[in-house]
Nanobody, 122 residues
């Protein structure tokens, strides 16, 4: 069983910063892409940022220049540094990862964390 556990959410004033962490644990061979998504009340879940094992990144236009995704492959952990936060960033943030159970990637699974709430007050 593979688990993703997020931490670092909370309440922050507009213009402030937060750093989210997400650690993968369990029995697996390797992790491919990791990412962060968010879901605001009444809205669909959306991609915030993704990162490949080699460090390639992509971001939603709404967070470019403010958020930075990074990962520590040795710790199976992905981070999201969020700066210049805005009230519209308020959402539950979920991390996800594609994990393989063999070196050939013949069996793999996309895993999601439980989510961590980020609230940005104006």
């Amino acid at each position: 069983q593979v688990q993703l556990v997020e931490s670092g959410g909370g309440l922050v004033q507009a213009g402030g910063s937060l750093r989210l962490s997400c650690a993968a644990s369990g029995s697996f061979f390797s992790i491919s892409t990791m990412g962060w998504h968010r879901q605001a009340p009444g809205k669909q879940r959306e991609l915030v940022a993704g990162i490949t094992p080699g460090g390639g990144t992509n971001y939603a236009d709404s967070v470019k220049g403010r958020f930075t995704i990074s990962r520590d492959n040795a710790k199976n952990t992905v981070y999201l540094q969020m700066n210049s936060l805005k009230p519209e960033d308020t959402a539950v943030y979920y991390c996800n990862a594609v994990v393989s159970f063999s070196s050939t990637w013949s069996r793999y699974l996309e895993v999601w964390g439980q989510g961590t709430l980020v609230t940005v007050s104006s």
